[in-house]
């Protein structure tokens, strides 16, 4: 009795996001949602779920990039559908493949989503003259190559919940931005968002999670990165000062350094990245997701 209420609940909550819902033409059993709109946006993430009986194993891939989905705690398929900031504009292909036996093939759903242009402004940076050696490429492809690499984790261990604020505050740069640092010298995409605040404020973890990476690098300054699980990574950049180690288990609100104005900036601010899937999004927008819990094992 308890799982028939649990499973109408589902049902009922999924319904709440009709506009969204894509049936599958291919199989009459399995049902996708994709929340909050199946027309997606350069850098932003949505959430994609899958419904149907006895699915044992989900995992998709959507403009060439593979990712995982986890059990939901009422029962569906759950994962994150980031779109790159720079992901081909228009029909895009998502496709779901799903084991009801996992010594079997898997099924194949293929459906088209519609990536539409991101809007990211145009940011002129001026850098004062003692910091013109970090317009140095090789410099920039080091930080950029250190970041990477951790990014392409995708841990099958869920630490999240819904996602916070890593510090109080308005932003003052948006996410994507195309960015000409000193007329030209160097350009490059804005990979996070920033956040005013004068050196020495906590920063805390967005969610519950486990610390993977925590050092200096030129340009991000004193960084570290956090996993969430199933290809969720937060990152803090700019630090004066870090409070935890890779490997540490940190939990949602938890100080894990202050803020400072190490790497290249033009003054104090946190900037706070989010990657998915090896995709950088934009973290105000994640922030705001509904993400559906996981089951508890
Ligand atoms: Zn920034």
Same mark, same amino acid.
């Given at each position: 009795?308890?799982?028939?209420? %649990?499973?109408?609940?589902?049902?009922?909550?999924?319904?709440?996001?009709?506009?969204? /819902?894509?049936? $599958?033409?291919?199989?009459?059993?399995?049902?996708?949602?994709?929340?909050?709109?199946?027309?997606?946006?350069?850098?932003?993430?949505?959430?994609?779920?899958?419904? +149907?009986?006895?699915? &044992?194993?989900?995992?998709?891939?959507?403009?060439?990039?593979?990712?995982?989905?986890?059990?939901?705690?009422?029962?569906? #398929?759950?994962?994150?559908?980031?779109?790159?900031?720079?992901?081909?504009?228009?029909?895009?292909? =998502?496709?779901?493949?799903? #084991?009801?036996?996992? $010594?079997?093939?898997?099924?194949?759903?293929?459906?088209?989503?519609? %990536?539409?242009?991101?809007?990211?402004?145009?940011?002129? /940076?001026?850098?004062?003259?003692?910091?013109?050696?970090?317009?140095?490429?090789?410099?920039?492809?080091?930080?950029?190559?250190?970041?990477?690499?951790?990014?392409?984790?995708?841990?099958? &261990?869920?630490?999240?919940?819904?996602?916070?604020?890593?510090?109080?505050?308005?932003?003052?740069?948006?996410?994507?931005?195309?960015?000409?640092? $000193?007329?030209?010298?160097?350009?490059?995409?804005? *990979?996070?968002?920033?956040?005013?605040?004068? !050196?020495?404020?906590?920063?805390?973890?967005?969610?519950?999670?486990?610390?993977?990476?925590?050092?200096?690098?030129?340009?991000?300054?004193?960084?570290?990165? /956090?996993?969430?699980? #199933? +290809?969720?990574? *937060?990152?803090?950049?700019? =630090?004066?000062?870090?409070?935890?180690?890779?490997?540490?288990?940190?939990?949602?609100?938890?100080?894990?350094?202050?803020?400072?104005?190490?790497?290249?900036?033009?003054?104090?601010? =946190?900037?706070?990245?989010?990657? %998915? $899937?090896?995709?950088?999004?934009?973290?105000?927008?994640?922030?705001? =997701? &509904? !993400?559906?819990?996981?089951? /508890?094992?």
């Amino acid at each position: 009795m308890k799982k028939i209420i %649990v499973l109408i609940v589902a049902i009922m909550t999924i319904g709440m996001f009709t506009p969204a /819902i894509r049936s $599958n033409a291919q199989n009459g059993f399995v049902s996708i949602f994709i929340t909050p709109s199946s027309e997606v946006q350069q850098g932003r993430t949505s959430i994609l779920q899958v419904m +149907g009986p006895n699915i &044992e194993k989900v995992t998709a891939t959507f403009a060439g990039r593979r990712f995982d989905l986890y059990r939901t705690n009422v029962g569906n #398929w759950a994962g994150l559908l980031a779109v790159d900031m720079d992901a081909t504009l228009g029909a895009n292909t =998502l496709d779901i493949y799903y #084991w009801t036996d996992e $010594n079997q093939e898997p099924q194949v759903i293929s459906q088209q989503i519609v %990536v539409l242009p991101g809007g990211f402004d145009f940011q002129d /940076i001026p850098l004062p003259y003692d910091l013109e050696p970090l317009l140095d490429p090789e410099l920039n492809e080091y930080d950029f190559q250190s970041i990477e690499r951790v990014h392409m984790r995708q841990t099958r &261990e869920i630490f999240f919940t819904t996602f916070q604020q890593p510090i109080p505050g308005p932003s003052i740069s948006s996410f994507g931005g195309f960015r000409s640092y $000193n007329n030209g010298v160097l350009t490059g995409r804005h *990979t996070g968002i920033d956040y005013r605040a004068v !050196i020495g404020t906590a920063v805390t973890a967005a969610a519950n999670g486990r610390v993977v990476f925590a050092q200096y690098l030129p340009i991000h300054g004193n960084h570290i990165i /956090i996993d969430h699980g #199933w +290809g969720i990574l *937060t990152g803090y950049s700019h =630090l004066s000062e870090i409070s935890v180690v890779p490997g540490e288990l940190v939990y949602q609100g938890q100080t894990i350094g202050l803020s400072g104005a190490t790497g290249r900036v033009q003054g104090p601010h =946190l900037h706070f990245e989010v990657a %998915v $899937n090896g995709s950088w999004v934009d973290g105000s927008q994640f922030l705001t =997701l &509904e !993400i559906p819990l996981p089951a /508890i094992n």
